[in-house]
C-alpha cells in the first residue's frame, strides 16, 4: 500500500491575483503535480490560500517545504498533516475555486476565522473547522 499522506494549509498572497495570474499559476503548478503524482485542492479568497495536497509522503513533506519559501504567499500555516488511506482528490491535479467573501458566507460551515486579531493562532485552533469547510465546499460545489 502506498505511503500516503495530505497537508492542508492557509496562506496569505504577497498581493491580490487577477484570474490571469490565478490561471498561470495554475498552469504551471498542474503539469508538476500531474508529473509527481500530487493531487488537491486550491480556494482562493480575496489574498487567502486554503490548499490541501495529496500524494506519497515524502512529495508532499517536500513540496510543502518548497512552498514556505515561495515569493508568491506568506504566514503560511500549517492546519493539518495526516496519513491517509486513500485520496480525497485522486482526479485533480489541482482542483481550483475563487471565492469572494461573500460567495464563502453561503457555504455551509463557513466561519470567519481568516478575519481573527491573531490569525496564525487562531488557525492552528480551527484546524476542524478548515477541514469542514473544504469537505462541505466540495460536497455542495
Known amino acids: 500500500m502506498a505511503n500516503l499522506i495530505h497537508i492542508a494549509y492557509v496562506s496569505f498572497s504577497r498581493k ?10 495554475l498552469n504551471e ?16 479568497n480575496d489574498e487567502i490560500f486554503i490548499q490541501v495536497i495529496e500524494g506519497e509522503a515524502e512529495i508532499i513533506e517536500s513540496l510543502y517545504n518548497r512552498l514556505q519559501t515561495d515569493n508568491r504567499h506568506t504566514n503560511i500555516v500549517k492546519v493539518l498533516e495526516e496519513k491517509i488511506n486513500q485520496r480525497s482528490f485522486p482526479e485533480w491535479s489541482m482542483g481550483y475555486q475563487k471565492l469572494s467573501k461573500e460567495e464563502s458566507k453561503e457555504l455551509p460551515g463557513f466561519t470567519n476565522v481568516m478575519s481573527s486579531g491573531d490569525i496564525r493562532e487562531a488557525l492552528k485552533q480551527s484546524s476542524k473547522t478548515i477541514v469542514e469547510l473544504i469537505v462541505k465546499f466540495m460536497k455542495y460545489t
Open 29 to 44: 503548478v498542474r503539469p508538476k503535480n500531474f508529473a509527481n503524482g500530487v493531487t488537491g485542492l486550491l480556494l482562493y
Open 16 to 25: 491580490k491575483l487577477s484570474e490571469m495570474e490565478l490561471d498561470e499559476l
